[in-house]
Protein backbone atom coordinates (compact mmCIF):
# COMPACT_ATOMS: atom_id res chain seq x y z
CA UNK A 1 0.00 0.00 0.00
CA UNK A 2 3.14 2.39 -0.35
CA UNK A 3 1.49 3.76 -3.50
CA UNK A 4 -1.39 4.48 -1.45
CA UNK A 5 -0.07 6.60 1.06
CA UNK A 6 1.69 8.31 -1.50
CA UNK A 7 -1.35 9.44 -3.21
CA UNK A 8 -3.71 10.15 0.21
CA UNK A 9 -2.04 13.09 0.71
CA UNK A 10 -1.30 14.73 -2.60
CA UNK A 11 -5.55 13.82 -3.56
CA UNK A 12 -6.24 15.67 -0.30
CA UNK A 13 -4.61 18.63 -1.30
CA UNK A 14 -5.43 18.69 -4.80
CA UNK A 15 -9.12 19.11 -3.75
CA UNK A 16 -8.36 21.18 -1.46
CA UNK A 17 -7.05 23.74 -3.69
CA UNK A 18 -9.83 22.83 -5.84
CA UNK A 19 -11.95 23.93 -3.23
CA UNK A 20 -10.52 27.57 -2.83
CA UNK A 21 -9.78 27.96 -6.74
CA UNK A 22 -13.28 27.55 -7.27
CA UNK A 23 -15.09 29.07 -4.79
CA UNK A 24 -13.04 32.55 -5.65
CA UNK A 25 -10.62 32.44 -3.28
CA UNK A 26 -10.01 31.80 0.88
CA UNK A 27 -12.36 34.21 1.93
CA UNK A 28 -15.04 33.17 -0.40
CA UNK A 29 -13.97 29.14 -0.05
CA UNK A 30 -14.27 30.13 4.03
CA UNK A 31 -17.88 31.81 2.84
CA UNK A 32 -18.86 29.19 1.09
CA UNK A 33 -18.18 26.66 3.55
CA UNK A 34 -19.69 28.01 6.40
CA UNK A 35 -23.07 28.57 4.74
CA UNK A 36 -22.47 25.67 2.58
CA UNK A 37 -24.43 26.91 0.05
CA UNK A 38 -23.63 28.59 -3.43
CA UNK A 39 -23.01 27.60 -7.49
CA UNK A 40 -19.61 27.01 -6.35
CA UNK A 41 -19.99 24.63 -3.21
CA UNK A 42 -21.84 22.43 -5.18
CA UNK A 43 -19.58 22.70 -7.87
CA UNK A 44 -16.65 21.57 -5.51
CA UNK A 45 -18.98 18.84 -3.87
CA UNK A 46 -19.57 17.18 -7.77
CA UNK A 47 -15.56 17.42 -7.67
CA UNK A 48 -15.12 15.81 -4.59
CA UNK A 49 -17.23 12.91 -5.42
CA UNK A 50 -15.34 12.99 -8.92
CA UNK A 51 -11.44 13.17 -7.11
CA UNK A 52 -12.97 10.29 -4.72
CA UNK A 53 -14.18 8.07 -7.83
CA UNK A 54 -10.81 7.88 -9.24
CA UNK A 55 -8.56 7.93 -6.12
CA UNK A 56 -10.81 5.00 -4.47
CA UNK A 57 -10.58 2.55 -7.72
CA UNK A 58 -6.78 4.35 -8.24
CA UNK A 59 -5.94 2.87 -4.41
CA UNK A 60 -7.87 -0.80 -5.10
CA UNK A 61 -6.00 -0.75 -8.23
CA UNK A 62 -2.63 0.08 -6.57
CA UNK A 63 -3.22 -2.58 -3.62
CA UNK A 64 -4.26 -5.34 -6.32
CA UNK A 65 -1.53 -4.03 -8.37
CA UNK A 66 1.26 -5.32 -5.52
CA UNK A 67 -0.29 -8.55 -5.17
CA UNK A 68 -0.64 -9.96 -8.36
CA UNK A 69 2.59 -7.70 -9.92
CA UNK A 70 4.06 -8.46 -13.36
CA UNK A 71 5.35 -11.36 -14.14
CA UNK A 72 7.92 -11.31 -12.65
CA UNK A 73 6.88 -10.70 -9.56
CA UNK A 74 4.00 -13.26 -10.06
CA UNK A 75 6.50 -15.94 -10.77
CA UNK A 76 8.54 -15.45 -7.54
CA UNK A 77 5.47 -14.56 -5.68
CA UNK A 78 4.37 -18.27 -6.77
CA UNK A 79 7.84 -19.89 -5.77
CA UNK A 80 7.62 -18.12 -2.69
CA UNK A 81 4.40 -19.27 -2.04
CA UNK A 82 5.32 -23.02 -3.21
CA UNK A 83 4.33 -25.68 -0.53
CA UNK A 84 7.26 -27.41 -0.47
CA UNK A 85 6.12 -30.38 1.27
CA UNK A 86 3.34 -30.89 -0.89
CA UNK A 87 5.90 -31.02 -3.58
CA UNK A 88 7.84 -33.41 -1.92
CA UNK A 89 5.18 -35.87 -2.16
CA UNK A 90 4.11 -34.90 -5.45
CA UNK A 91 7.79 -35.61 -6.64
CA UNK A 92 7.62 -39.36 -4.65
CA UNK A 93 3.99 -39.80 -6.29
CA UNK A 94 4.98 -38.47 -10.18
CA UNK A 95 8.78 -38.26 -10.51
CA UNK A 96 10.43 -40.87 -8.34
CA UNK A 97 9.56 -43.56 -10.48
CA UNK A 98 11.82 -42.14 -13.64
CA UNK A 99 14.45 -39.69 -11.66
CA UNK A 100 16.96 -40.33 -9.04
CA UNK A 101 17.17 -37.34 -5.79
CA UNK A 102 19.17 -37.98 -2.82
CA UNK A 103 16.96 -36.17 -0.54
CA UNK A 104 13.41 -38.88 -1.50
CA UNK A 105 16.24 -41.69 -2.02
CA UNK A 106 14.36 -41.83 -5.44
CA UNK A 107 16.65 -44.25 -8.19
CA UNK A 108 14.88 -43.88 -11.04
CA UNK A 109 17.11 -44.25 -13.93
CA UNK A 110 14.84 -43.28 -17.42
CA UNK A 111 15.55 -39.72 -17.00
CA UNK A 112 18.85 -37.88 -15.41
CA UNK A 113 19.98 -37.66 -11.55
CA UNK A 114 18.52 -34.31 -10.86
CA UNK A 115 21.67 -34.46 -8.31
CA UNK A 116 23.93 -34.61 -11.03
CA UNK A 117 22.55 -32.20 -14.29
CA UNK A 118 23.64 -28.93 -12.79
CA UNK A 119 21.78 -26.14 -10.97
CA UNK A 120 18.47 -26.73 -10.40
CA UNK A 121 16.29 -23.81 -10.46
CA UNK A 122 12.42 -23.91 -10.05
CA UNK A 123 12.02 -22.49 -13.73
CA UNK A 124 14.42 -25.19 -14.60
CA UNK A 125 12.31 -27.49 -13.31
CA UNK A 126 8.88 -26.18 -14.24
CA UNK A 127 10.11 -25.97 -18.21
CA UNK A 128 10.84 -29.62 -17.83
CA UNK A 129 8.00 -30.64 -16.20
CA UNK A 130 5.70 -28.25 -19.09
CA UNK A 131 8.15 -28.84 -22.03
CA UNK A 132 8.44 -32.82 -21.06
CA UNK A 133 12.29 -32.53 -20.29
CA UNK A 134 14.53 -29.94 -22.75
CA UNK A 135 13.76 -31.91 -26.00
CA UNK A 136 11.10 -33.32 -28.49
CA UNK A 137 10.59 -37.29 -28.46
CA UNK A 138 12.71 -37.60 -24.97
CA UNK A 139 10.94 -40.33 -22.27
CA UNK A 140 9.63 -37.50 -20.22
CA UNK A 141 5.69 -37.06 -20.80
CA UNK A 142 4.67 -33.68 -20.65
CA UNK A 143 2.43 -31.75 -18.44
CA UNK A 144 2.52 -34.73 -15.43
CA UNK A 145 1.50 -31.79 -13.16
CA UNK A 146 0.42 -28.59 -13.72
CA UNK A 147 0.19 -24.83 -12.07
CA UNK A 148 0.33 -25.30 -8.37
CA UNK A 149 1.41 -28.56 -8.27
CA UNK A 150 4.01 -27.64 -10.59
CA UNK A 151 5.56 -24.99 -8.82
CA UNK A 152 5.58 -27.21 -5.76
CA UNK A 153 7.76 -29.92 -7.13
CA UNK A 154 10.06 -27.23 -8.67
CA UNK A 155 10.68 -25.48 -5.38
CA UNK A 156 10.92 -28.90 -3.58
CA UNK A 157 13.53 -29.94 -6.41
CA UNK A 158 15.45 -27.04 -6.50
CA UNK A 159 15.64 -26.60 -2.70
CA UNK A 160 16.81 -30.18 -2.26
CA UNK A 161 19.01 -30.73 -5.48
CA UNK A 162 22.65 -31.85 -5.61
CA UNK A 163 22.37 -30.60 -1.52
C1 LIG B 1 8.49 -41.40 -17.56
C2 LIG B 1 9.72 -40.98 -16.94
C3 LIG B 1 9.79 -39.60 -16.34
C4 LIG B 1 8.99 -39.06 -15.39
C5 LIG B 1 7.76 -39.68 -14.70
C6 LIG B 1 9.51 -37.74 -15.09
N1 LIG B 1 10.61 -37.50 -15.87
FE1 LIG B 1 11.77 -35.84 -15.82
N2 LIG B 1 12.91 -36.56 -17.32
C7 LIG B 1 12.72 -37.79 -17.94
C8 LIG B 1 13.66 -37.91 -19.03
C9 LIG B 1 13.80 -39.11 -19.96
C10 LIG B 1 14.41 -36.72 -19.04
C11 LIG B 1 15.50 -36.31 -20.02
C12 LIG B 1 14.86 -35.68 -21.22
C13 LIG B 1 15.41 -34.36 -21.60
O1 LIG B 1 16.26 -33.80 -20.87
O2 LIG B 1 14.93 -33.83 -22.60
C14 LIG B 1 13.90 -35.89 -17.96
C15 LIG B 1 14.42 -34.65 -17.65
C16 LIG B 1 14.04 -33.93 -16.53
C17 LIG B 1 14.69 -32.73 -16.07
C18 LIG B 1 15.92 -32.09 -16.66
C19 LIG B 1 15.63 -31.00 -17.60
C20 LIG B 1 16.87 -30.17 -17.86
O3 LIG B 1 16.75 -28.96 -17.76
O4 LIG B 1 17.93 -30.76 -18.09
C21 LIG B 1 14.03 -32.33 -14.97
C22 LIG B 1 14.35 -31.12 -14.10
C23 LIG B 1 12.95 -33.26 -14.74
N3 LIG B 1 12.97 -34.21 -15.72
C24 LIG B 1 12.05 -33.15 -13.71
C25 LIG B 1 10.99 -34.03 -13.54
C26 LIG B 1 9.97 -33.84 -12.55
C27 LIG B 1 9.93 -32.70 -11.55
C28 LIG B 1 9.09 -34.87 -12.69
C29 LIG B 1 7.82 -35.09 -11.93
C30 LIG B 1 6.80 -34.11 -12.13
C31 LIG B 1 9.59 -35.71 -13.75
N4 LIG B 1 10.73 -35.17 -14.25
C32 LIG B 1 8.99 -36.88 -14.15
C33 LIG B 1 11.81 -38.75 -17.58
C34 LIG B 1 10.81 -38.61 -16.64
Redesign the pocket.
Known sequence: MGIALFLIPWVLVGVGILFVAFSGGPGAARQAYLTKGGRGFAVVIVLIYVGAGIAVPALVLAGGEEKAGGTAALRSDELADADVEEGKT??EQ??K???SLAAVNAR?V???N?DE??K?TPD??T???E?????DG????KA??VGED?DD??AY?ASVAQK
Open positions: LFTCSCHGTGPLIGMRVAAINGGTEARMPLLAVAV
